[in-house]
């Protein structure tokens, strides 16, 4: 799925670039996209409803905001 003109993998690396922390637990070493509101509570695809996370952490904060 697109948006804004992105496709999945240039939103994954706009996000990503620089190495980031994750903005879930702040330790660095982000491995994963997160969106901030979830699709499934009516988030979008689109960078100001992305932030880095760990694999992990994403897993464990499963559909809540």
Known sequence: VESEGLARDDRRAIVLA??????????????????IVPRSRGG????????????SCNARKKNRP
């Open 18 to 35: 620089d190495n980031p922390p994750c903005a879930l637990c702040s330790k660095p070493g982000a491995d994963s996209v997160d969106h």
């Open 44 to 55: 979008i695809h689109d960078l100001a409803n992305l932030q880095p996370a760990h694999l």
